[in-house]
């Protein structure tokens, strides 16, 4: 299993904002297309978690913009798992331009795993079994030390 | 009663494009927010209507852009009931520039009523009674008329 | 030369409402993405008819919904020229749901030709040529009646 | 002078998901609709540092979301100077449900000053005073360590 899933999208022009770039809020929607994207290499789509009663809000997003991406531009999204806890999920992403494969940038989303209540609750099954193989993959911290980083956490 | 409502917003940098204008869809988004406060002039909120089960989806949309929106630009929207039928209404919008009142674009968007199951119901209670109401005020063809037309329709 | 182009996308979670369907004014944003391929097909991209000084500010669009697209959808948009003038091209769309091929909305753009300075002026050279054969095929209105409803047009 | 800015929005439909909650990257666009008020509020706007010659592209942005906004909820945005040195502003935001005052998310963006060919330059004449005059009441560095920390920033 790769950890890194690859989509590539094309800029539209209601994306650029008068500075003739494309406007900051739309890469952090770009995200999420390479995560759902990163789901559907997992082996199921976020469409089929929500019907399951598993939803990922997100609680912390965050992005550095190096080189503006522009019109028509192809834009690699290469997201990857980059934390996994008991009830929360963090993704990478890298966005480059096709052309030259330059970085144009890079952030980072924080989600909570929440029941159709939006209360924390668990991934389960299939869920966690694929997370639980991303994470492996990706080396990230193991389940026992992210049981305890949760604890901690929780009591904080 | 007024069968009109004006609301003023302010282009936002994200609405523009690198043309230097505004994108052509974000007008019908504003209209979303005229019709919204015509509404709210009316005596309830869309959120209320929402909650009581009932929805308003788009059936048809057009605009007609005259002169283009600016960044920083506060746009005048002009909105008024302009269709009334059993299960059906339609509104139309004039977005003008507040400096100098100019027309910048004008445009009607057509609406089922729906019920929670998505499918045609009819207005009620104070709904009916509201938009009936404005439907006289901005003498639009009245209830039978309404109906006659409802019936050729659904018989189409 | 075909005279139709089929692109394909996917919707995008931000892309959707909160009646759980697809906020209609991204349909717009979808038929924007139709024509660029459209044109990409005919032989160049509206990057380049940028940088050579010709844009396509869009004077009226229209669009009828018949069924909701909704989240992870993927949608075909077949997009055709329509109209064709000296200094005016239609398109029109059709947005299908590719699993089905249910139609699922319908509508068309209209496009003024203009240059740098943003006024009306003609196509020239590649561009209409291209635009030229794709009317021909889609068997629109030749060049002459073309001329004659501009000249009729420029006089109103 | 108050180094906060005060601004209200009303949650537009367009910007729900299907989760019946604000779609996280909209927290972000209503961070430029705070920033722009704040500009607003130190005596000019963000459109006349543009035709002045001055851009600030966002480098950075983060977010925390605390609580969802909802459909037709009026938000207040707080905005305050976080951050001022030669070629760089920072800017602070809270969202608050203005029906009670919850905080529903924060963040931060730090922007470059560049000048019109996207080089970074200085803020200079009215705009240096005013951000100058800004960060004093908002009691950041002053000039002094914040050129020690561009130059160190600058080094690295």
């Known amino acids: 299993m790769s950890t890194i899933c690859e989509t ?3 800029v539209r022009y209601a994306e650029t904002d008068q500075m ?3 406007y900051h809020s739309n890469y952090i929607i770009w995200f999420e297309v ?8 997992l082996g199921f789509s976020y469409l089929e978690m929500e019907q399951d009663g598993l939803n990922l809000p997100v609680v912390e997003v965050k992005c550095r913009y190096r ?3 522009r ?3 192809e834009i690699v999204i290469r997201t990857r798992l980059s934390q996994m806890r008991t009830s929360l999920l963090g993704f990478h ?3 480059l331009r096709k052309a030259d494969g330059r970085l144009l940038a890079e952030g980072e989303s924080v989600h909570l795993v929440v029941g159709r209540d939006m209360k924390r609750t668990h991934l389960t099954g299939k869920y ?9 993959v990706a080396q990230l911290a193991t389940h026992a030390e ?3 980083a949760t604890q901690a956490e929780t009591k904080s």
Do not use: K, N
């Open 8 to 10: 590539t999208l094309r």
């Open 20 to 22: 003739a770039v494309v």
């Open 34 to 41: 390479g995560r759902v994207e990163l789901l559907r290499q």
């Open 67 to 69: 080189h503006p991406a």
């Open 71 to 73: 019109y028509d531009d």
């Open 93 to 95: 992403y890298e966005l």
């Open 128 to 136: 966690l079994a694929a997370f639980h193989a991303a994470a492996e």
């Open 146 to 148: 992210a049981q305890a």
